[in-house]
């Protein structure tokens, strides 16, 4: 069942540390189970850790008890890691509060929502991946195996994604960036090959009590109502009493936002009888809003939207008074206080943008050469004058 290769074993031979990262769901319980197992019959005898990073109160309930009861099983430490400013329903509700004070400061062209997207998998990238390879490089400083429960049966695609994912991947040291592991450690997909179905069945075979998530239906575990869940899953989380307050929640930062949770798919459909009366009262004026939001963000021209580095110039006057305009119409939509609603302050706030970029450019240019004579040097072990 495991998946190897000789560059992974050459690192379990060497003893180096194996951190193996868990959710609590089916693909964690078999990876850690069959990692755990194969390194001990190399002999290995390094750290050997599970490690969970805590989402907060988004996940299953007993997510962190299947991780340590897991690990209790299997005679190894668990490791949990965590965002220090809190979990991600705290992301996206400080992400909804920074877009808006962007927008009002006219820091962006269009509102933008508080969600994560497939596309945009921050939940994954900055709550569970960084997180986690920040612990290890703290911790380690020699190569690590990192391994992941990620499976090609995941993804309809055979070609990208998941459905493409390699055995191992290296990681290594790039363009000089600070690496965000031990250079030379490896991410090890090691039940990449294994089919959904062989899981569930290894799974259901065992004398441990089944998560919760599958337990009420879902097919996976993950956050109780994730950005990439199907109806069924979604309904699924709705079924356990636990997750009701977690559902009011989100749905309330739907609603207050206008931005619906999925792509045209509002969590608030899902189980309306769950929500208090003020949020179903509320659902219909914010999907009104929320149609209004993107008839009027739709007519700004494409030269005008966000691309990198913007603003790359200021806009011409017919220019301005037509984003000032579409400004006090999203205003007027969302019930907000913005700046910049006249074709002149909207000039000057660009004129502002630009000049604040070309600062921050100057300073970055001049901090890098300094840096680089500091290095410079300091490997020539020459005095540095000012």
């Given at each position: 069942?495991?998946?190897?290769?000789?560059?992974?074993?050459?690192?379990?031979?060497?003893n180096?540390?194996?951190?193996i990262?868990?959710?609590?769901?089916?693909?964690?319980?078999?990876?850690?189970?069959?990692?755990?197992?194969?390194?001990?019959?190399?002999?290995?005898?390094?750290?050997?850790?599970?490690?969970?990073?805590?989402?907060?109160?988004?996940?299953?309930?007993?997510?962190?008890?299947?991780?340590?009861?897991?690990?209790?099983?299997?005679?190894?430490?668990l490791q949990?890691?965590?965002?220090?400013?809190?979990?991600?329903?705290?992301?996206?509700?400080?992400?909804?509060?920074?877009?808006?004070?962007?927008?009002k400061?006219?820091?962006?062209?269009?509102?933008?929502?508080?969600?994560?997207?497939?596309?945009?998998?921050?939940?994954?990238?900055?709550?569970?991946?960084?997180?986690?390879?920040?612990?290890?490089?703290?911790?380690?400083?020699?190569?690590?195996?990192?391994?992941?429960?990620?499976?090609?049966?995941?993804?309809?695609?055979?070609?990208?994604?998941?459905?493409?994912?390699?055995?191992?991947?290296?990681?290594?040291?790039?363009?000089?960036?600070?690496?965000?592991?031990?250079?030379?450690?490896?991410?090890?997909?090691?039940?990449?090959?294994?089919?959904?179905?062989?899981?569930?069945?290894?799974?259901?075979?065992?004398?441990?009590?089944?998560?919760?998530?599958?337990?009420?239906?879902?097919?996976?575990?993950?956050?109780?109502?994730?950005?990439?869940?199907?109806?069924?899953?979604?309904?699924?989380?709705?079924?356990?009493?636990?997750?009701?307050?977690l559902?009011?929640?989100?749905?309330?930062?739907?609603?207050?936002?206008?931005?619906?949770?999925?792509?045209?798919?509002?969590?608030?459909?899902?189980?309306?009888?769950?929500?208090?009366?003020?949020?179903?009262?509320?659902?219909?004026?914010?999907?009104?809003?929320?149609?209004?939001?993107e008839?009027?963000?739709?007519?700004?021209?494409?030269?005008?939207?966000?691309?990198?580095?913007?603003?790359?110039?200021?806009?011409t006057?017919?220019?301005?008074?037509?984003?000032?305009?579409?400004?006090?119409?999203?205003?007027?939509?969302?019930?907000?206080?913005?700046?910049?609603?006249?074709?002149?302050?909207?000039?000057?706030?660009?004129?502002?943008?630009?000049?604040?970029?070309?600062?921050?450019?100057?300073?970055?240019?001049?901090?890098?050469?300094?840096?680089?004579?500091?290095?410079?040097h300091k490997d020539?072990?020459?005095?540095?004058?000012?």
């Open positions: 069942m495991i998946s190897t290769a000789p560059q992974v074993d050459h690192l379990i031979d060497a180096a540390p194996i951190v990262c868990v959710s609590g769901g089916k693909d964690s319980h078999v990876v850690a189970t069959q990692v755990v197992s194969y390194a001990r019959q190399r002999n290995h005898t390094g750290d050997l850790v599970l490690c969970y990073s805590d989402l907060g109160r988004v996940v299953w309930s007993d997510a962190h008890l299947q991780c340590q009861q897991l690990a209790d099983r299997l005679g190894v430490r949990v890691v965590r965002r220090t400013a809190g979990g991600l329903m705290e992301r996206w509700t400080k992400r909804w509060q920074d877009n808006l004070t962007r927008y400061q006219l820091s962006c062209v269009k509102l933008i929502l508080p969600w994560s997207t497939p596309s945009m998998r921050f939940c994954t990238s900055e709550l569970k991946t960084a997180i986690i390879q920040s612990w290890i490089r703290k911790t380690y400083k020699q190569p690590v195996v990192c391994v992941l429960g990620i499976r090609r049966d995941e993804s309809r695609s055979k070609t990208s994604g998941r459905g493409a994912a390699p055995v191992f991947k290296i990681h290594r040291i790039t363009n000089g960036k600070k690496p965000t592991m031990p250079e030379g450690s490896i991410d090890w997909n090691a039940i990449v090959e294994v089919k959904t179905h062989t899981i569930f069945q290894i799974l259901r075979s065992r004398a441990q009590p089944i998560p919760s998530a599958y337990q009420f239906g879902s097919s996976r575990f993950s956050c109780c109502f994730c950005i990439m869940a199907t109806l069924a899953d979604l309904l699924a989380a709705t079924r356990d009493s636990r997750n009701h307050h559902y009011r929640e989100q749905c309330d930062l739907e609603i207050s936002s206008t931005f619906s949770f999925q792509a045209k798919k509002w969590l608030s459909d899902i189980a309306p009888e769950i929500l208090t009366d003020s949020q179903r009262a509320r659902l219909p004026q914010a999907k009104i809003q929320a149609a209004k939001r008839e009027i963000e739709s007519a700004i021209p494409k030269h005008l939207l966000y691309v990198k580095g913007w603003p790359l110039a200021i806009p006057f017919q220019e301005a008074t037509f984003i000032a305009e579409t400004r006090r119409r999203i205003a007027q939509v969302m019930h907000i206080d913005v700046q910049y609603t006249t074709a002149l302050s909207v000039t000057n706030r660009y004129a502002e943008l630009i000049c604040l970029k070309e600062q921050k450019t100057c300073t970055k240019s001049s901090s890098q050469r300094r840096a680089a004579a500091h290095r410079v020539l072990r020459l005095p540095l004058f000012n």
